[in-house]
């Protein structure tokens, strides 16, 4: 287990929000990881993209849906 220095930030209520660690700690961190880089690849999303066709008017599919829900 890697010892890190940390420094950890409150809120007004006294709960943690955030920690800071030196640059250094954190390349321990990565190399501890492995290869942490990662490259955007807008493809991978690509292949969600498109349209739902749900078969009706959309307006009357929605309130059937809603008429579903309990009160």
């Known amino acids: 287990m890697i010892s890190i220095k940390k420094q950890l930030l409150y809120d007004e209520h006294q709960h943690p929000i ?3 660690i030196d640059y250094a700690e954190w390349q321990k961190i990565e190399a501890a990881l492995g290869e942490t880089d990662v ?3 807008g493809d991978l999303l690509n292949q969600f993209a498109g349209k739902i066709n749900f078969g009706g008017d959309p307006m009357e599919i929605q309130r059937v ?3 579903e829900w309990p009160a």
């Open 18 to 20: 955030k920690v800071l």
């Open 39 to 41: 490259e955007p690849n």
């Open 65 to 67: 849906m809603r008429s």
